[in-house]
């Protein structure tokens, strides 16, 4: 098989506009229908939201107390709008930085989790958060182990990557397969 990827000059939330339109070609070229998006605020998933309308939107948001006891970074507004639009809101702790991320704030060691992570990023941000994004939603049953999913993730705010994922549930990590890589930064 031969496709291309796209390759951004810089990484950040100006990408998001062209990386929705190329995980949705890309979507439309393998007859995928289930797309996860990242979104800490819910503006990147109003716009997934928006432009798969007839597609199964899922929008994976940070865990409640991510940022503050009893708090969510993405706003209620944001949240209606989402699932208005059909889509469907999951938050969930992070694969890569739950009880770890507790550990390393607590005792000033690094765990496990945190190494995958680090490793992800030397592809990038947003390569470190597709396979997150893939799993949290597995784990929440919101998407099948079997089936090809779009994941669309970015650096810091917006989008800016996108992949092809074959999803696995956490306690599977190994067997996830990022099959296609369709667009992100080139760092």
């Known amino acids: 098989m031969e496709t291309t ?21 890309r979507a439309d ?41 009893n708090t969510s970074t993405m706003t209620e507004e944001n949240r209606a709008r989402i699932q208005a639009l059909g889509g469907t809101v999951v938050h969930a702790s992070h694969v890569f930085g739950g009880i770890g991320r507790a550990v390393n704030d607590k005792f000033h060691t690094i765990q496990v989790d ?40 970015g650096t810091g705010r917006g989008a800016d990557t996108a992949a092809v994922v074959k999803p696995a549930n956490s306690r599977e990590f190994f067997d996830l397969k990022v099959r296609e890589i369709i667009c992100k930064p080139r760092l």
Request: net charge neutral.
């Open 5 to 25: 990827a796209t390759y951004f000059a810089e990484a950040g939330k100006s990408n998001t506009s062209e990386t929705l339109r190329l995980a949705k070609r």
């Open 29 to 69: 070229e393998l007859a995928i229908k289930t797309i996860i998006v990242a979104s800490t605020y819910g503006d990147t998933g109003i716009a997934a939201a928006e432009l798969f309308k007839g597609y199964r939107v899922i929008v994976v948001g940070h865990a409640w107390g991510s940022r503050g006891a």
């Open 114 to 153: 945190q190494i995958i992570a680090n490793v992800l990023r030397v592809f990038s941000q947003g390569m470190k958060v597709i396979p997150e994004m893939a799993m949290m939603a597995a784990d929440a049953g919101l998407v099948r182990t079997d089936e090809e999913v779009v994941v669309i993730a």
